[in-house]
């Protein structure tokens, strides 16, 4: 019996200038992918209703509800892949849509092939990701979904985390007690920096340890073996 095609992945682009919108969806189309448009965030949210969507491309100033709130809402929901777009050169907007969960972000104009190049990219790490299936970690107190990506306290309560840390702290608890170095962890970080690998994972191994409640003198979550990497070091129930 011959196998089921499988359906090419959907992409929602949602962007407000009609011109940018038609050609970068036409351009999409071309390479395969199912392509739909909106120009506003309620449209948006209907065609995610009806059809949902493997990965968003977002215009960062949309009247209205804007880019980084549509971000905000569909990471709170899912795991869906999450590129901003935007016209402005700054760092502000940049920073707070990563830490708000997008995957990526590019300026315009923007080169198209590079673009098509961080979709493909992103596809085959949220496809990835969903291959892992759901797993529950509990330790030190702590549970940690790491599908929902929801870490909570002994005493119940939420701790945000971003995108980045997510990912390192699901690559750690998949490997408890083996040690990691920094090189192999920044393979599974989505976004690894401009300063360098190595840097990047200490300043994220930081501030996981400081949402962990870790003393950074005697760290008992997440050790360093120095010269080599890191290590997780609870013991997982």
């Known amino acids: 019996m011959p196998a089921r095609p499988t359906k090419p992945p959907h992409i929602l ?4 200038d009609p011109v940018t919108r038609a050609t970068l969806g036409s351009y999409l189309d071309s390479h395969g992918y199912r392509v739909s448009e909106a120009d506003s965030s309620e449209k ?11 990965l968003l491309i977002v215009d960062i100033n949309l ?12 990471r709170a929901l899912s795991e869906i892949g999450i590129i901003l777009v935007s016209g402005r050169t700054d760092d502000v907007d940049r920073i707070v849509g990563l830490e708000l969960g997008a995957d990526d972000y590019v300026c315009k104009p923007f080169n198209r ?6 979709i493909k990219n992103l596809l085959r790490r949220t496809a990835s990701m969903r ?4 797993r529950v970690y509990q330790f030190d107190g702590f549970t940690f979904d790491s599908t929902a990506r929801q870490l909570r306290d ?5 701790i945000a985390l971003t995108r980045a840390e997510f990912e390192l702290l699901r690559q750690l608890v998949a490997h408890p007690g083996e040690v990691l170095n920094r090189d192999r962890l920044s393979q599974g970080v989505t ?3 401009e300063d360098g690998a190595g840097r990047t994972i200490d300043v994220l191994i930081r501030r996981l340890r400081a949402k962990l409640g870790e003393d950074p003198k005697a760290p008992r979550i997440i050790s360093t073996s120095h010269g080599e ?4 070091t609870a013991l997982i129930d």
């Open 13 to 16: 682009i949602i962007e407000d």
């Open 44 to 54: 948006a949210e209907r065609i995610l209703a009806d059809t949902g969507a493997d």
């Open 63 to 74: 009247s209205g509800k804007d880019g980084l709130e549509i971000t905000r809402e569909q």
């Open 113 to 118: 092939r590079e673009l098509l190049a961080r």
């Open 131 to 134: 291959r892992l299936g759901r």
């Open 154 to 158: 002994p005493t119940g309560q939420a």
């Open 191 to 193: 976004h690894r920096g």
């Open 229 to 232: 990497g890191y290590v997780f």
